[in-house]
Nanobody, 118 residues
Framework: QVRLVESGGGLVQAGGSLRLSCAAS????????MGWFRQAPGKEREFVAGITWTAGNRNYADSVKGRFTISRDNAKSSVYLQMNSLKPEDTAVYYC???????????WGQGTQVTVSS
């Protein structure tokens, strides 16, 4: 059974930082592209960042470029999202996802809440 478990969310003031973690189990982690998505209240889920198998390629949404960094540790079957210079509009539930391509994710975590106060 595949499990993706996010952690590291919380409440932070604007301009602050948070680091999200996602621990994967039940899959051969090295074979999967990993991504972070988010969903704000009343909005559709949106792509935030993605990273390929050996971290050779990383993609970011325009809204987070230069502020967020995605990374992975294949030895620990984990993916991370370092979020700096947080803004109130970054407030959302953040989800970890796994897939075989950057355009196809089919395993999802339960999400972790990030709230940025102004």
């Amino acid at each position: 059974q595949v499990r993706l478990v996010e952690s590291g969310g919380g409440l932070v003031q604007a301009g602050g930082s948070l680091r999200l973690s996602c621990a994967a189990s039940g899959l051969t982690f090295n074979n999967y592209v990993m991504g972070w998505f988010r969903q704000a209240p009343g909005k559709e889920r949106e792509f935030v960042a993605g990273i390929t198998w050996t971290a050779g390629n990383r993609n970011y949404a325009d809204s987070v470029k230069g502020r967020f960094t995605i990374s992975r540790d294949n030895a620990k079957s984990s993916v991370y999202l370092q979020m700096n210079s947080l803004k109130p509009e970054d407030t959302a539930v953040y989800y970890c996802a796994a897939g075989t391509t950057m355009s196809g994710y089919y395993y999802w975590g339960q999400g972790t809440q990030v709230t940025v106060s102004s």
